[in-house]
């Protein structure tokens, strides 16, 4: 028995089996809006719609009859994004020096055949190449043989090699006849839960030609890695994760503009989810026993494999992960910091998101783990909560009065996670929150602005059980790097310096951060902010050989602590689920700050 489901405002009719979900219908239907920020587990309440004037969750509630659904305007609305365009990577071209990227176009000349001297075509080709690269083992495809005897006639025996180093040798992955002028393009791609980053950059200057930033289009079927995974266990819903991810990448593609035969090389960083679900991969083996997944590192494969709307045989190659819950955006993100070649004193790194990865170490030794932060810094399950887009509330004061700063200087549509921080700290140091995280007055909400001044017109309100959800995020990251400091013997005033890497942290406030207690209480100097690390990460091994070599020393020389294993984990995070901590020892300059203030209101 099929049924027909109508969809409004769309006006889109789809035919469907009877038992199917609703939101596998608007998939059907062309319309994948629909936003399942829980995986499709029911928990969330995000895909709402009206059947026969009920409000239902889509993805539990099936099809039984013809029906019309109504999806709120605010599913199919368009995202607005806003992207950091400051980069590390023009600084850091001066230090790369002489420039080997993955895809090496070389201008060369190679003899003429004759009669005392038969060697074939392929054979003169790689005397020639032998002659830059000595000792190395030339290989190619075969369609270079097939364009190779026209090419080196074409223009008497000038002609521009595309070649890729691989180990003990060169292989030529394409020829054309004459020295050609135009440089070869690569991208460096950065593929995050919640965001996805293309930057297409020059093979022969290194120069970045363009970047562009969107939404992972993920998003609509999961806000974190362990909902997608669980939606993702059906061939049919992991195709579609995969089919989305690369929607996306291609869509910034076409936005940047150039010919897709351009486009020759691509380093990606990303999870191990996130590189799972690209390639299609099934991602529930991370989080079952013993959390293996299929692959790590991830084999250098053509762009025709992975499904990039590039040049089909261009080679992509992956950061190299250390296991399930610390990936190549983690080995990728560390190139961008000192950590991996500074032997003196130790460092801190974290990439906040919705999942937390800390690294602590030096170029001697590394130490990491991952713990699940939530999306509640994204904003989801906050009720005035919102992505760091147009309109968020990023900043937060109360100094008699509350005011705020908004991304864009818009009316405020919600509030993002550094706004969110923000708020709940200086609600804790004006004495309205107390260190449980409930309000001082026996109230359980709090007004940040009311309707009349919002996008929206409605009032923005943080609850009880937001800050309750704050709280638990904020403390599994700062129990995670408890633990690791811990295992390694060392205290908080032994980290030279702390970077925070991520979309995030451009907007985070540290003196907020520590605060709340989700920063350790340090001199403000020692926290460092380095962007989006992962992307600049994939961009300097796009560009060095050293580099990428490096990463896999890095990811080599990477020990992965598993928090789930160790009880003191739970004990941290108990500790922490107050503010800023229970042991006010850790936060001697709050102490002070905070008595002081409340004395002065008092």
């Known amino acids: 028995m099929h049924c027909s489901v109508h969809f409004l405002p769309a006006d889109v009719r789809v035919e469907v089996p009877a038992g199917t979900l609703i939101h596998e219908a608007a998939i059907r239907a062309g319309l994948h809006d629909l936003e399942l920020p829980c995986g499709g587990q029911g928990t969330c309440n995000e895909c709402i719609v009206e059947v026969n004037e009920r409000l239902v969750p889509a993805c539990q509630t099936p099809v039984r009859a013809d ?34 990227p993955l895809y090496l176009s070389e201008k060369i000349l190679v003899p003429p055949a004759s009669i005392d001297e038969h060697y074939s075509d392929w054979n003169r080709l790689t005397r020639v190449l032998n002659e830059k ?21 074409e223009a008497d025996g000038k002609a521009t090699v595309g070649i890729r180093e691989i180990a003990g040798g060169v292989h030529v992955l394409d020829i054309r006849a004459g020295h050609t002028e135009q440089s070869p393009l690569g991208l460096a791609i950065d593929i995050g839960t919640t965001t996805v980053v293309v930057q297409v950059v020059d093979l022969v200057s290194g120069h970045v030609l363009s970047t562009r930033t969107s939404y992972n289009m993920q998003l609509r079927r999961g806000a974190d890695v362990i909902s997608r995974i669980d939606y993702a266990r059906t061939p049919e819903r992991l195709a579609e994760m995969r089919e989305l991810v690369l929607k996306t990448i291609n869509t910034l593609l076409v936005e940047i503009g150039p010919k897709p035969d351009e486009i020759r090389a691509a380093f990606i960083s990303g999870n191990t989810t996130m590189i799972h679900l690209l390639l299609g991969l099934q991602p529930k083996y991370i989080r079952e026993a013993p959390y293996v997944p299929t ?58 998101g919705t999942n937390g990865e800390i690294v602590i170490g030096n170029a001697e030794w590394m ?81 940040v602005e009311r309707g009349a001044l919002t996008d929206s017109g409605e009032d923005l309100i943080i609850t009880d059980s937001d800050i309750e959800n704050l709280i638990r995020t904020k403390a599994a990251i700062y129990a995670a790097c408890t633990l690791i400091l811990d295992k390694v013997g060392l205290k908080w005033t032994e980290i030279s310096r702390v970077y925070i890497a991520g979309g995030f942290g451009r907007y985070l406030q540290i003196p907020d951060a520590i605060m709340i207690g989700m920063l350790p209480d340090l001199p403000h100097e020692r926290f460092t902010y380095i962007g989006n690390s992962a992307l600049t990460g994939a961009y300097i091994a796009l560009l060095s050989r050293q580099h ?19 009880p003191r984990y739970m004990d941290g995070y108990v500790k922490a689920m107050f503010l800023p901590h229970t042991d006010w020892e850790q936060f001697p300059s709050l102490h002070a700050v905070l008595e002081n203030q409340r004395r002065e209101q008092s």
């Open 367 to 447: 130490i990491s783990c991952a713990c699940s932060a939530g999306p509640a810094f994204e904003g989801a399950g906050i009720k005035c909560g919102m992505r760091a887009t147009l309109g968020a509330i990023e900043q937060v004061s109360i100094n008699g009065a509350l005011s705020y700063k908004v991304i864009g200087d818009g009316k405020p549509a919600g509030i993002c996670g550094s706004g969110l921080i923000s708020l709940l700290g200086e609600l804790f140091k004006a004495g309205a929150v107390d260190q449980s995280g409930h309000f001082s007055d026996g109230s359980h909400s709090f007004q």
């Open 67 to 100: 029906v019309v659904v109504r999806i709120p305007q605010t599913h199919v609305a368009g995202m607005r994004v806003v992207s950091d365009s400051n980069q590390l990577a023009g600084n850091l071209l001066k230090e790369l020096g002489k420039l080997t």
């Open 295 to 352: 692959v790590n590192p991830t084999p250098a494969l053509t762009a025709a494999e992975v499904g990039l709307a590039i040049h089909p045989e261009a080679v992509v190659e992956f950061a190299p992960g250390v296991g399930s819950y610390v990936g190549g955006d983690i080995t990728a993100g560390l190139l961008a910091s000192e950590i991996p070649s500074n032997h003196d004193g130790v460092f801190l790194f974290m990439d906040i």
């Open 133 to 153: 690269y000595p000792d190395a083992s030339i290989s190619a495809s075969l369609l270079v043989l097939h364009l190779l005897a026209e090419a080196l006639r």
């Open 548 to 566: 990428r070599h490096k990463l896999t020393e890095i990811a080599s020389k990477m020990t992965y602590v598993d928090l789930s294993s160790d």
